[in-house]
């Protein structure tokens, strides 16, 4: 006579038997391709194999085999099931899984570019022409020099400060025309990137400053302190402005253009405007 284990290998082999009714009457293990109780599978009180109604938890993805779920006779059961799936291996009671979505930040900036642009230049200049005449002198560098500063380097006129002007007196110069330039003409967007839809006062709407320059005054001292002073003045005391200056030649203004673009296209930008300063 069959011993009861006997009776048990043989009724999840052959399909027919199964795990008594006593012990699960859920919809778990689908039948006839592999395990098979009742028809229904595993189930301990109508709620999956935990209990809680939401089936097992492990890391909240279900059991990972092959990606197939449990093979019997070669094809195996299709699902791990409680009372529903769609063959991706998961346990399911009679709740349901919860998954998180990932939300991805999405930044308000497109189309990033130049807003408006101030240029300050000196009110004494010469032309290049002169010049090219006067360095083509033979105790200076000789008639080579002739079409190196008007067609090797594209100018026309050189201009230069005198003694109440500075690389530092120039930013402060062209910062504060550009600000007030923006609010005199009434082109301050700030306000599409604030919840109320008002604009920042304009000494408020700068987030951003770096200086480029090859000429720099104090190597201990940023240019970029020197025009805070303007936010400090007429701003009242505004301070929030991230910036460093950039100490090199002509890429200087260059890279700080760059990277005040970067910053308005990155999580970082808060909706104000940044600006690149060049002296």
């Given amino acids: 006579m069959p011993a009861p284990m006997e009776d048990r290998m043989a009724a999840m082999v052959g399909g027919e038997g199964g795990f008594e009714k006593g012990e699960g009457k859920g919809k778990g293990l689908k039948g006839g391709k592999g395990l098979k109780g009742d028809g229904k599978g595993f189930?301990?009180?109508?709620?999956?194999?935990?209990g809680d109604g939401k089936g097992f938890k492990g890391d909240g993805k279900g059991f990972k085999g092959d990606g197939k779920g449990f093979k019997g006779d070669g094809k195996g059961a299709e699902l791990m099931k409680g009372d529903g799936g769609k063959g991706k291996g998961k346990f399911k009671g009679g709740g349901q899984m919860q998954v998180q979505e990932?939300?991805?930040?999405?930044?308000?900036?497109?189309?990033a570019g130049i807003h408006t642009i101030e240029i300050y230049v000196p009110q004494f200049w010469f032309e290049q022409t002169a010049m090219e005449e006067f360095d083509a002198r033979p105790d200076r560098y000789g008639p080579s020099v002739i079409g190196k500063y008007t067609k090797g380097i594209g100018q026309i006129q050189a201009r230069f400060n005198t003694d109440d002007e500075d690389p530092v007196s120039f930013c402060m110069t062209v910062v504060h025309r550009l600000l007030e330039r923006i609010e005199e003409k009434g082109f301050n967007e700030t306000g599409r990137y604030q919840p109320d839809g008002v604009a920042l006062g304009i000494y408020h709407a700068i987030g951003r400053i770096d200086v480029g320059t090859?000429?720099?005054?104090?190597?201990?001292k940023s240019m970029k302190?020197?025009?805070?002073?303007?936010?400090?003045?007429?701003?009242d005391g505004e301070s929030n402005i991230e910036g460093?200056?950039?100490?090199?030649?002509?890429?200087g203004g260059q890279a700080c253009g760059l990277a005040v673009l970067s910053w308005v296209e990155s999580d970082r930008w808060d909706g104000r405007y940044g600006i690149a300063v060049a002296s």
């Fill in 102 to 111: 990932r939300v991805v930040y999405q930044r308000q900036s497109r189309n």
């Fill in 244 to 251: 460093v200056d950039q100490y090199n030649a002509c890429y």
């Fill in 214 to 220: 090859e000429s720099i005054t104090d190597r201990s």
């Fill in 43 to 50: 189930k301990g009180e109508g709620k999956g194999l935990k």
């Fill in 225 to 235: 302190s020197y025009i805070m002073d303007i936010f400090e003045r007429y701003g």
